[in-house]
């Protein structure tokens, strides 16, 4: 039911920014928390031309900076016409989850996802209890994917109160989107 929510509520974000109706979150393989109601969730964002600043649909604009924020994109697996990507992602100082995740194609939203995923490997490794819910989940649309480039276009942002940072792909992750992009081409 948590879930189903979680889906709803994003799903209705995506469509008021906008959004095609196409472009909703599919239900996330995750242990489910209470959905999170942040206000920080960066759905219908946007990145500037010097991708310096997300602005969110409701006009905050959050500066990019690497350096307060962390995780990674751990997993990506071609599911029909969708790429799920999952990870995790915090603030610098491994305090909780970040606010939000945005999966961006031409600086534009195409997901988000709101961390609340059970990560208690995150809790043993870095021995930090805000870290128990950091984990996302998301489903990307392959007719989304700019194929053109190795991890179709994608860049994935996670958002705190008061910053924005690109997560890194970890290890061989981005293999699905390849294969994605390869598939659509045949």
Do not use: K
């Amino acid at each position: 039911m948590r879930r189903l929510l979680l889906v709803a509520a994003a799903s209705a974000l995506l469509a008021g920014a906008g959004c095609d109706s196409e472009l909703t979150l599919r239900d996330a393989q995750t242990t489910a928390a209470p959905p999170a109601t942040s206000p920080e969730l960066p759905s219908g964002a946007t990145l500037d031309a010097a991708e310096t600043v997300l602005r969110t649909s409701d006009g905050r604009r959050l500066p990019v900076d690497p350096q307060q924020v962390t995780g990674y994109i751990d997993s990506a697996v071609l599911n029909g016409d969708y790429v799920d990507i999952s990870g995790w992602a915090a603030p610098a100082d491994l305090s909780r989850a970040a606010a939000g995740v945005v999966a961006l194609v031409d600086r534009r939203s195409v997901a988000s996802a709101v961390p609340d995923g059970a990560r208690p490997d995150l809790v043993e490794g870095y021995d930090r209890p805000g870290l128990a819910s950091a984990g996302f989940a998301m489903s990307i649309p392959r007719s989304r994917l700019r194929c053109t480039e190795r991890t179709g276009g994608l860049q994935i942002l996670a958002a705190t109160q008061r910053a924005a940072g690109q997560l890194e792909w970890l290890d061989d992750s981005d293999a699905a989107v390849r294969s994605a992009c390869q598939e659509g081409h045949d």
